[in-house]
């Protein structure tokens, strides 16, 4: 028993558009005969090399302290201080933080305009 011939591209396994450029028949794959498989072809990754885990570091804790000597001395200074909230303090250490990770360490004016920020309201 033959197979039928491809609807599509009418047995010759090519087809052709408007601009004469000619390529394989996507219905029969240049076989020229109709296909015996459903319609679709499932393109779905099923190698093993497609499930394994992707590299993704491991997501690192946030830093909570300052990591240079002069970032740690200004932090605890600011925790010292009696003047200002708990929310302010969390707030200015994180700040501190920061300033450290863009600038590599704490500038002379930074601490400047930290310290002044701890100070107490002048009477």
Known sequence: MMAETCGICGGDGRIANSFGNTTTCPSCHGSGRRSDEGGLRDVTKTKASHHRPTNVAAVAEKQTWPST?????????????????????????????????????CTQTFLKKIRKQIRPPAP
Do not use: D, F, P, Y
């Not at 002069?70 to 200015?92: F, H, M, P």
């Not at 501190?96 to 360490?105: F, L, M, Q, R």
């Open 69 to 105: 000597l002069e970032g740690g001395q200004l932090a605890n200074e600011v925790r010292a201080s009696a003047t200002v909230s708990n929310e302010t303090k969390a707030k200015l250490t994180r700040e501190i933080i920061e300033h450290e990770g863009s600038h590599g360490k």
